[in-house]
């Protein structure tokens, strides 16, 4: 599927009466293949696609249903509540054309063609009363730039950030960016007229990585699990590829999901990555072991039909199938699954069935060869099962009621919290089979050894004894530190420990964001990371190249250098338009290339 195409529509009288839009012209594969559903709610909806109208100030989720005798799709959008005010917003007549572009595999933005639209009226959208304001990809459309050439403007200062009220902002909750038009005009009036002041020189272009699409930011093994903070594949792959060679060792003491460690390998490296938190190190174990493809596909399957099967009997009225799970036995099983439920957390966050379902197929793990990656599937599954609003996955504040309906900000639609586990086993099952053999083709032989300890005071000729790499030198660092008073690394992923009573080590954080971001923080977090490098050092060459990614607001980092006895070479300078999961707050970041004083 080719990535920006378009189509052109054809309004038809239908268009104007029932809100039918006629995608015959578009064709099958202008589509997702799993967007076609059922003739009828009742009998299945398809996997729906995003479309932004324009002028239109809600996102639209829809499916094409298909005939019930044929199943060949009924080419209109079953979500159409919202054309006909899209045309009377655009002026559109029967005969008018109006044109479907798609941006990504799923996201779409429906525009009028040619001479009719209105563009006055889109200008000047309310968003909630304030005249001038609209969202960022309205602002895009109508200056004729893409989305991220306005997060740039926003990055390096030209334009401001507002909220729905109008206010200016430095951060936005998610969905609530606004950019004000006229700013925006003005700033490119003064562009296009060559005011240099306007241009921003220190921001290196070729790091913003604008553009590149969700799936290429989570490709291959990178999205086996969520993970709050970690930088993106494409930032390491251009650092690592420019500044060593194959055989190297590199080390990424301050590992997180193991993105370092993944790249590194693919570029036939040499990598050893250090993490604070055992789950984190199990995340990136997993991502960076070798397996047997054929066998993890049996086991992942397997697990998934017996699980399938006990939720089926149990939750299922109707299911029909020979007696695996006795009558007679069936409550004895489910008393037998909740006594093994000893975390408050797990029984207040999810709901009886999920329960269930989490404990046993936390059992059926044991059967099996690949525990290590059963695991990290459960866990990604049990992460998107817990009951909380779709739209906050990545920070909740507190659990919401079992089956309580509310309105979601992510699906625009109330909603209601999810309340069982076996549909995100179903979603993620396959695609963990998927993932895997994606970056077996692409992996090399190398060593990725993750080691679970303190950056400040490993031992890494120890941890190293009886590996490939032990007695090699370092040949340089890459890694992003925690940053001071941002994300507590074991909370974010509390469910997993919860679940499976890995052991914490909170208090050996460096900056969490429990300690706060006041002075005696940045000082204690100075310390902490000054300890971690003069700690590292010792394995290092002496000519070793060190990148340390950080948003250092604080402007901390010059007197780290100087306490671990580095010096800044030279600093590049990013604009961040998303990190995963970090929302919709385009930011700078610095990545600081060190070397040792002498
Ligand atoms: C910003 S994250 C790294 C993200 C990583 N670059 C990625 O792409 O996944 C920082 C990591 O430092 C770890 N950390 C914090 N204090 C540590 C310490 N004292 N020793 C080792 N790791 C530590 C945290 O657990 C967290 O995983």
């Not at 049996?298 to 149990?314: G, P, Q, V």
């Not at 083709?441 to 190398?446: G, M």
Request: one cysteine or more; proline letters at 4%; a positive charge.
């Amino acid at each position: 599927m080719n990535k920006m195409e378009s189509r052109v529509i054809k309004l038809t009288t239908a268009s104007f009466k029932y809100g039918n839009l006629n995608l015959s012209s578009c064709g099958k594969e202008f589509f997702p293949l799993d967007i076609f559903g059922g003739s009828n709610k009742k009998s299945g909806l398809g996997h729906p696609i995003t479309i932004e109208a324009e002028g239109i100030d809600k996102e639209i989720k829809t499916d094409i249903p298909t005939v019930a005798k044929t199943h060949s799709p009924r080419w209109i959008f079953r979500e159409r509540s919202w054309s006909k005010k899209f045309a009377k917003l655009h002026n559109l007549k029967s005969g008018d054309t109006i044109l479907l572009i798609r941006r990504s595999p799923r996201k779409y933005f429906i525009t009028p063609n040619g001479k009719k639209q209105n563009k006055e009226k889109f200008l000047f959208i309310p968003s909630k009363g304030i005249p001038d304001l609209v969202t960022l990809e309205h602002a895009a459309h109508v200056v004729g730039k893409t989305p991220a050439n306005i997060r740039y403007y926003i990055q390096v200062g030209r334009i401001n950030k507002y909220d729905l009220s109008g206010r200016k902002i430095l951060k936005a909750r998610n969905g609530q960016l606004r950019i004000s038009l006229k700013e925006l005009k003005s700033f490119l009036y003064m562009l296009d007229k060559d005011i240099k002041r306007h241009h921003n020189g220190h921001l290196n272009k070729e790091l913003g990585f604008y553009g590149l699409p969700e799936y290429e930011r989570t490709k291959h093994v990178h999205r086996l699990h969520s993970y709050l903070g970690k930088f993106i594949p494409q930032l390491v792959e251009w650092f690592l590829s420019k500044n060593f060679k194959e055989n190297d060792v590199i080390l990424d003491p301050f590992m997180g999901s193991g993105t370092t460690l993944v790249q590194g390998n693919e570029l036939k490296i040499h990598t050893i990555g250090i993490d604070v938190s055992e789950f984190n190190c199990l995340i990136a174990k997993v991502k960076t072991q070798k397996y047997d493809i054929q066998k993890i596909k049996n086991e992942i399957l397997e697990a998934e039909k017996r699980l399938t099967s006990f939720s089926m009997h149990l939750f299922e009225k109707n299911y029909i199938q020979p007696s695996l799970f006795p009558e007679d036995k069936i409550e004895e099983l489910k008393d037998s699954l909740m006594n093994e439920v000893k975390s408050e957390y797990l029984t207040k966050w999810f709901a009886q069935r999920t329960l269930y379902e989490m404990i046993y197929y936390r059992r059926l793990i044991k059967k099996f060869q690949y525990q290590d990656l059963l695991k990290v599937l459960l866990s990604r599954a049990v992460r998107s099962a817990r009951l909380i609003p779709h739209y906050d996955l990545a920070r909740p504040k507190a659990p919401i009621e079992a089956e309580k309906e509310y309105w979601c900000k992510k699906h625009n639609r109330i909603c209601k919290p999810i309340g069982q586990l076996l549909v995100k086993i179903h979603n993620y099952s396959m695609d963990t089979v998927r993932r895997i053999e994606i970056f077996d083709n692409l992996r090399s032989d190398k060593s990725a050894i993750v080691i679970q300890g303190d950056s400040r005071n490993i031992n890494l000729d120890n941890e190293l004894k009886k590996t490939p790499l032990e007695d090699r030198k370092i040949d340089g660092i890459f890694t992003s530190p925690p940053y001071v008073g941002q994300i507590d690394y074991h909370d974010q992923h509390i469910y997993a420990y919860e679940l499976f009573g890995f052991p914490r080590n909170d208090e050996l954080e460096i900056g969490p964001q429990k300690a706060g971001s006041s002075k005696q923080a940045q000082k204690d977090y100075i310390e902490g990371i000054s300890d971690a490098f003069l700690n590292v050092k010792k394995y290092l060459k002496n000519d070793a190249k060190i990148f340390i990614v950080a948003n250092d607001r604080f402007k901390l980092y010059p007197e780290i250098a100087k306490r671990s006895g580095l010096k800044i070479v030279k600093e590049f300078h990013r604009a961040v338009t998303k990190r995963t999961e970090q929302g919709d707050n385009p930011y700078q970041e610095t990545i600081f290339f060190m070397m040792k004083e002498n």
